[in-house]
């Protein structure tokens, strides 16, 4: 009975979602939905994007936390169009908070939206919100078991980001068998070793990220 | 309607884990629930404080994970009972799955049963398994925002350990703050700095949990 009551919620996120994809697609707005744990840098990482792309690409930023405007804040301080959802307790972001969220964003004049969901390594791959990609980050102090532990995540991501690498010395990760995982379980898929605190991998991140917006906009 | 799904779904746990509480009362084991962020450390401090105590006290672990028994043979290796419970995809623990393995360990024989659920700094809070007390491991790594982005997992938790200790001077990570923002949200929980890595702290959590074990069992 519990998982009829899942498939229901989940159906009904499904269609909220191509409602969503429609709309992008009708504005030619690329959507990346910004997934991993607490902690694993995902504002950091959106600071050093804006950082580098917000001269060449019209972007804005959907947040999504439990509680609170921080992060919010920390994008503001760009000048880039922010909206927070602050989900009260949920786990993550649904299709119908980024359908409200995205009527308050003038999406005619965007190239690229980021929505970065909650910190949570599970609940968000679950949930589609009409993203063009979805992105994981994973940082080297939570351990190179990660990806083996939290598969789903990496599968539903079109690239793993393995950030902090710049205390990978300090860590006991084994880099290699990460990246062999992460492969094993999504062919294909892109990795990209970066530090927000250096700025390792940030321009390679961000061709990644540009090549794909021109896919979208051409 | 969603919400009110929700609620019968927590009406039932609530009833599964106060049977679980009687069940562990009757047998005088103490219960901890053991939550935290993916790679906050809960299984390398699990072991440390296998280490310290296993000789004190007898103890076993539930080990919640969505998919592998990597955390069952970690524990395995110390001779302690263990049961690894896999959610397939679940982002939580809940009652029903603790009752469910706590039939395969002689509770009868134990002082302590400690459950590490799912590494998800959001889902685990809201779902009682019949713990005596809820812990919260918070890793440097993380940041200094966590408590205030996911309160609820700070107001549940007896006590909040703050780990990886020892690599604080590498991150950017405002030891009084996050300290100050803890004690707001739950005056009077215990707090503990700590490094599995270097053992400091070790001692003094593990003091806590033995006087919190003692307090059941006298």
Not at 25 to 42: I, R
Not at 71 to 78: G, H, V
Request: hydrophobic letters at 45%.
């Amino acid at each position: 009975m519990e998982i009829q009551v899942m498939k229901n919620i989940l159906g009904e996120n499904d269609r909220l979602a191509a409602e969503n994809q429609a709309l992008f697609a009708a504005q030619k707005v690329y959507v990346l939905n910004l997934m991993g744990s607490p902690g694993a840098g995902k504002t950091s990482l959106l600071e050093k994007t804006i950082e580098q792309l917000k001269d060449e690409l019209s972007l804005a930023v959907i947040e999504g936390d439990l509680f609170t405007a921080k992060d919010a804040e920390r994008i503001d301080r760009y000048g880039v169009p922010v909206i927070q959802i602050n989900t009260a307790g949920g786990c993550h972001l649904d299709a119908a908070m980024v359908q409200k969220a995205a009527t308050k964003l003038d999406l005619a004049a965007l190239d690229l939206l980021i929505v970065e969901n909650v910190g949570n390594l599970v609940c968000p791959a679950e949930f589609a919100v009409g993203e063009d990609d979805k992105a994981v980050v994973l940082s080297v102090t939570e351990g190179d078991d990660k990806p083996l532990k939290y598969p789903l995540i990496f599968k539903e991501s079109a690239v793993a980001l393995i950030n902090k690498i710049d205390i990978l010395p300090y860590c006991n990760f084994n880099l290699a068998g990460a990246k062999e995982d992460i492969t094993a379980l999504h062919p294909g898929i892109k990795i990209v070793e970066l530090s927000c605190a250096t700025g390792e991998g940030v321009a390679e991140w961000c061709a990644w990220l540009k090549a794909r917006v021109g896919e979208k906009s051409s």
